[in-house]
């Protein structure tokens, strides 16, 4: 564990969102087993490690889509568990999340898609709302392509439009859900460089749940790996990539097998072809 | 799962209930949520354009070839007896008590309700409900409750649509093909349909219809599993559930209906 960066006044505030000795999973099936992760306002966590690791778990929890089985999830200080359906959503409208394929909704434009949570959560006239709803799309290079449907951007688009809503209403701490996935290296740049401007520009505290090593270690100010249900290793990019664990090194270098093992368990491969050692 | 397994079996009636549980729920918060839809009725009206005229195609032509075979049959039974020219009641009768809502009820199942499992399922497979509950909107009131009260309001439209054109269609077998006096169709129709008792009584079991099927087919798109097969198991079971609903509560209500 690594202590990143020199002290910031975002340092001293209390974190944005923190998770106290979490177990959580779906059914009966546990995915983290007593995970303790704080995230500092201000600044750029990427939660990384392996498929089913937990990452877009955490993402859930924090929105409270899930319900931790043991621990507390608190979102500035306060318990998510312990908020009434009212409360929660007081909480949500200071939250945005960008999703994995973007979950735009196929059956309004991209300006309607935007202005969606301006009109149901504002008072503000139709005027206004486009003014506001131009000035997202202007943040994220789309504003010329408005009038479109969903149907007609690109996947890369579709994921700049759902950032533009997801930001719409100002929110104090934006989730991504793997917002490379499936990009080209142009697209990927673009969203890489939106997440942190973002950041920076509003001042928001950014957790990013991703595979990617090169744009996530690019953007993140610390960096959290998950995997066999809890937090393996912590620390900056730049701590990462100097680490000596195997399960980060055999991340980081994209080797095949290592701690996560290339085959799944199975018997072995002679019973199962029915030869037999001379 | 095995029928002779205490275990297997207590799993199965636990998980029964609460999918009944659930359904419940959702069902008292969607007619609760009546007050706040109304406030935004543009959502509503959107609805009864979506699922009504949509399925007003399928609606018109079905009536048509209903009242065409209820001329045809009704004429054969009638003028046995001498009464050919009760043609005109008999097919208002049937169709304003009973085949109108019941066979509106079975196509809007299988036409709009299909739609509106798909849909919402869909929606919920690519996240979009999901991601509106992150934006702090409620999917229940804002995409649930406008599709279930405009499934509830375009019901009685369709039945009564259903049943216009079914008696144009028993008039144009039984008095242009057949020959019937046209005074006699008309004016036997107009003494003996009770407006209260048999076009009341259409309104109501329509409107009962339309709460069963909508209800339904948005319960199965809302609780599907969001994959490919989980969409397409929840359809199916829309159009079987909503169906055998309508065939039950269409008896529960008929004998409700007579005994007043």
């Known amino acids: 564990m690594t202590s990143p960066t020199a002290p910031s006044p975002a340092d001293s505030a209390p974190p944005l969102v923190e998770l106290r000795g979490v177990t959580c999973g779906y059914g009966e099936r546990v995915i983290l087993r007593d995970v303790d992760l704080t995230v500092p306002r201000g600044s750029v966590l990427a939660l990384m490690g392996t498929s089913g690791g937990g990452k877009t778990t955490v993402l859930r929890l924090i929105g409270r889509q899930l319900e931790p089985m043991r621990g507390q999830v608190l979102f500035d200080g306060v318990d998510l ?70 149907s007609q951007v690109s996947g890369g688009m579709a994921r700049r439009v759902a950032l533009a809503r997801a930001i719409a209403l100002d929110p104090e701490l934006m989730l991504y859900d793997e917002p490379f996935a499936g990009l080209d290296p142009i697209s990927m740049g673009v969203a890489a460089r939106l997440i942190r401007e973002l950041n920076r520009a509003l001042g928001i505290t950014s957790i990013v749940v991703s595979h990617d090593v090169h744009e996530t270690f690019a953007i993140a100010d610390q960096v959290v790996f998950l995997a066999n249900g809890g937090v393996v290793a912590q620390g900056t990019p730049a701590a990462m990539r100097a680490s000596t664990d195997p399960l980060v090194r055999q991340f980081i270098d994209a080797e095949p097998d290592g701690p996560v093992r290339f085959h799944y368990p199975a018997v072995p491969a002679d019973e199962d072809f029915g030869v037999r050692a001379p | 799962m095995s029928w002779w397994n205490p275990t ?39 609805q009864v354009h979506f699922l009504g005229n949509h399925s007003l195609a399928i609606i018109t032509v079905s009536g048509l070839f209903v009242g065409f075979v209820l001329g045809l049959q009704g004429y054969y039974t009638l003028q046995r007896y001498g009464s050919a020219e009760a043609l005109g009641l008999l097919v208002a009768l049937s169709l304003v008590r009973e085949l109108g809502p019941v066979v509106t009820a079975l196509l809007f199942a299988g036409r709009a309700g299909t739609s509106l499992t798909a849909e919402i399922g869909l929606m919920k497979a690519g996240e979009q409900l999901a991601a509106m509950e992150m934006m702090a909107v409620d999917p229940v009131q804002r995409v649930l409750a406008p599709r279930f009260w405009g499934g509830v309001i375009a019901m009685p439209l369709l039945a009564a649509v259903f049943s216009a054109v079914g008696i144009v269609g028993g008039y144009l077998v039984g008095v242009p093909l057949i020959g019937i006096d046209a005074g006699g169709f008309w ?67 008929t004998a409700m209906m007579f005994s007043v």
């Open chain 2, 8 to 46: 297997d079996v207590g799993r199965a009636t636990r998980a029964l209930l609460v999918d009944l549980g659930r359904g419940a729920r959702l069902f008292v918060r969607l007619l609760a949520s009546l007050g706040t839809t109304l406030q935004r009725g543009r959502l509503i009206v959107d």
């Open chain 1, 81 to 150: 568990a312990a908020l009434d359906r009212e409360a929660l959503y007081a909480a949500r409208r200071r939250m945005g999340m960008l999703f994995q394929f973007g979950a735009l909704f196929t059956d309004l434009s991209v300006f309607d898609n935007v202005a969606f949570p301006l009109r149901e959560h504002s008072t503000v006239g139709e005027a206004m709302i486009r003014d506001l709803v131009l000035m997202k799309l202007e943040a994220v290079g789309l504003r010329g392509a408005r009038d479109l449907m969903p």
């Open chain 2, 187 to 253: 004016s036997q129709m107009q003494g003996g349909v009770d407006v209260f008792k048999d076009v009341g009584n259409g309104i109501v079991k329509s409107f009962v219809f339309g709460l069963t099927v909508s209800f339904v087919a948005l319960l199965q798109g809302y609780t599907c599993q969001p994959t490919p097969e989980g969409v397409s198991r929840a359809t199916t079971r829309t159009v079987v559930i909503a169906s055998l609903a309508v065939l039950a509560l269409d008896f529960v209500l």
